[in-house]
């Protein structure tokens, strides 16, 4: 195959997946109530991850603490997506 002929069916292909990545967008839903409330007890029951109790300070170790990071965990945003993040590198 010449390389126009590999460049017009790759091109193709790539609008093919974008159109299907953002029809995927437009029609998936959030989670449902039953998998957020089984996700809520599994994390309650596990506790704290053990790497984490390992990777920071003894005060910070109470309940109180473990809240703020907790908090700030929740609060994180990234800049893109994995998705969003490979489209725009490979622009």
Known sequence: MNRNL??????????????????????CGGAGNESVARGAELAGAMGPQPLL????????????????????????RPAATVFEAGAHSMT
């Open 53 to 76: 109790c390992a990777a920071v300070r003894e005060d910070m170790l109470s309940a109180a603490g473990l809240a703020a990071i907790a908090q700030q965990i929740r609060a994180y």
């Open 6 to 27: 590999c460049e017009a069916l790759l091109g193709g292909l790539r609008r093919a997946c974008d159109n299907a990545y953002k029809l995927y967008k437009r029609t």
